[in-house]
């Protein structure tokens, strides 16, 4: 079965494809957009054959002289790979050169003492940002925005500010979109109608931009939708009696993890997807801002995509504790075994999804030019039993040793390992692209 690509994406399957994608195919740095979450790697794995997913090219002789590659060797494993790999390439390509593309907006290409008034004027249609440390040595701060059709997505990171929305400002740009902001790292404080809300880190806060307000902002690393009042407009009562407020329940906690874990994949969607991603989106929300059983039920495949996100990050963290399993993994996520089992049956269960983490870890560090550890070491360190079964159990779900891949870094064919950088958005600024949702 071909994991990339393969579901059609419906209402209900378009964000279940989504996380069988990115836990059975992942998408190599180099085909992100998104900024990585810390401890996570991605991966383009087409089919089985994922092994030499960069371009298939010549090896130089001093190259093959370099690391001791035999002629058979190289004939077999380079000059004429495999007709299954060829196509795992083209397809990596052609996904790379369909992948969404955010606008960007980043201050780094500017000279220190001009980066804030840059990042300042880039908002001002929208809200006044003023600093909060010194900003003589420079200002580093950047933003990526996704319009999705009728909501957008963005990704920002910057130092400590305030930012405020005056009367003023409604009156000269009266954009009224809500937000939901989720701060990966950092915190905020908000006033509101003469109300303060305390926001901590990794809770999901729900405001308007047809509101004045007040926002002081710790070094902020935060997600956030933003949800066009036209096309959400069925929830409008909903969304405007909870503005201003903390979701700080176990949906709320699902609906952040849901934000992470949507931003990570935005390089797999098309288009097509857009108007599956907002109902889906839409049936989340409401379930998280005013839960009842019956959004709840609506909502369920949405919910079981964030629980998944939560079972990712711990897994991540814990790749290298031996005891991991699903009886350890189970108090660490607060769900039951059953639960577990039920919420990963279609990838075969919880041990199955812990064991191909692990494996793929393996490979993102076999292909690192950085890595200086031998397969033993790899192996052992990521609780395998021993180097044999490692590498069994390496070639099985890659269809390479992981010799082999070794030898294919070595010589130059394993994928690119670096973004590129990026640079300031030369379209628009923040009120033009809030404006063109």
């Known amino acids: 079965m071909n994991p990339v690509g393969r579901e059609s994406y419906s ?27 810390p401890g996570s790697h991605l991966f383009a794995r087409v089919g089985r054959e994922a092994v030499l997913n960069g371009s298939i090219g010549t090896v130089p002789s001093t190259e093959i002289k370099k690391i001791k590659l035999t002629a058979l060797e190289f004939k077999q494993n380079i000059l004429n790979p495999p007709a299954d790999l060829t196509r795992a390439v083209d397809g990596a390509s052609r996904r790379a050169r369909a992948a969404m593309k955010p606008e960007i907006f980043a201050t780094s290409l500017r000279h220190p003492r001009e980066q804030f008034e840059a990042w300042r004027e880039w908002f001002s249609s929208v809200f006044e940002v003023t600093p909060k440390v010194p900003i003589d040595d420079g200002f580093l701060a950047e933003t990526r925005l996704w319009n999705l059709g ?12 305030d930012v405020v929305r005056t009367k003023g400002h409604l009156r000269r740009d009266p954009v009224d979109h809500w937000v939901i902001s989720y701060c990966w790292r950092g915190a905020h404080s908000a006033v509101t109608a003469g109300t303060v809300v305390e926001v901590p880190a990794r809770v999901p806060y729900l405001w308007s931009l047809g509101q004045e307000f007040l926002h002081e902002r710790t070094h902020v690393d935060r997600v956030q939708f933003i949800l066009a009042r036209d096309t959400f407009r069925d929830m409008a009562p909903l969304l405007d009696a909870a503005c201003g407020s903390v979701i700080e329940t176990a949906l709320g906690r699902l609906l952040g993890n849901y934000m992470i874990a949507l931003e990570s994949r935005l390089p797999d969607l098309a288009e097509a997807d857009f ?14 801002v005013a839960p009842s059983a019956e959004r709840t039920a609506v909502a369920k495949p949405q919910i079981d995509f964030g629980r998944k996100e939560r079972v990712r990050q711990a897994v991540r963290k814990h790749l290298r504790t031996s005891t991991l399993k699903p009886k ?3 108090p660490l996520v607060g769900m039951s075994r059953s639960n577990l089992y039920r919420l990963f049956e279609d990838m075969g269960g919880v041990a199955k999804y812990i064991h191909r983490e692990r494996l793929l870890e393996a490979h993102a560090i076999i292909t690192s030019p950085a890595t200086i550890q031998s397969i033993s070491a790899i192996a052992e360190d990521l609780c395998f039993a021993d180097a ?6 390496f070639k099985r779900e890659f269809g390479h040793t ?3 891949v070794r030898s294919a870094a070595l010589a130059g064919l394993a994928p690119p390992t670096s973004l590129r950088s990026p640079v300031p958005s030369a379209g628009a600024d923040f009120g033009e692209l809030l404006r063109g949702l």
């Open 11 to 37: 209402v209900v399957g378009c964000l279940l494809g989504l996380w069988r994608c990115a836990s059975g195919a992942r998408l190599h740095k180099s085909c992100q957009l998104s900024l990585s979450l």
């Open 150 to 161: 009728g909501f957008a997505m963005s990704r920002t990171s910057a130092p400590p500010v």
């Open 275 to 288: 108007p599956g991603i907002t109902k889906a989106l839409g049936a989340m929300v409401a379930a998280a």
């Open 328 to 330: 350890t993994l189970s």
């Open 388 to 393: 044999s079964s490692f590498s069994r159990a």
């Open 402 to 404: 992981p010799g082999e």
